[in-house]
C-alpha cells in the first residue's frame, strides 16, 4: 500500500506560479513512477505530467514548456511546478502512483493504482 499527500495549492492570479508536492509513503518510492492529473469541474480527470525514477518524464502538451515534474527519491516526493498559470488550469490537482521502473510512464488514470486527496488550484483571469 502507498499512501499520497499533496501540498501546495491555492489561489493565483493569471501568469503567476505554485509548486505542488505529494509526499509518499509506504512502500519503495524507487519502484513507482509518479503523476499528475488534474480535473475540472463537470471535466474527466487529465493527464498532466509523469516520471520514472530515473527522471525521465512526460508531460499533457497542454503544459509543456510551462510546468516541470520532479521526484526526489531520498524524501519520496514528487513535486509540481507550474508557472504561467492560466485560467483555464484551474482544476483539482491529484497525484498518482503506479509500479513502473523502465520504459514510459503510462498517462492512463485507470493505470494508476494509488492516489492523494487532491489539492485545488485555481487561477484568476
Known amino acids: 500500500q502507498v499512501q499520497l499527500v499533496e501540498s501546495g495549492g491555492g489561489l493565483v492570479q493569471a501568469g503567476g506560479s505554485l509548486r505542488l508536492s505529494c509526499a509518499a509513503s509506504?512502500?519503495?518510492?524507487?519502484?513507482?513512477?509518479m503523476a499528475w492529473f488534474h480535473q475540472a469541474p463537470g471535466k474527466e480527470r487529465e493527464f498532466v505530467a509523469a516520471i520514472l525514477w530515473t527522471g525521465s518524464s512526460t508531460y499533457a502538451d497542454s503544459v509543456k514548456g510551462r510546468f516541470t515534474i520532479s521526484r526526489d527519491n531520498a524524501k519520496n516526493t514528487v513535486y509540481l511546478q507550474m508557472n504561467s498559470l492560466k485560467p483555464e488550469d484551474t482544476a483539482v490537482y491529484y497525484c498518482a502512483a503506479t509500479v513502473r521502473r523502465t520504459g514510459v510512464a503510462t498517462t492512463v488514470p485507470r493505470e494508476y493504482a494509488y492516489w492523494g486527496q487532491g489539492t485545488q488550484v485555481t487561477v484568476s483571469s
Open positions: 509506504g512502500r519503495t518510492f524507487t519502484n513507482y513512477a
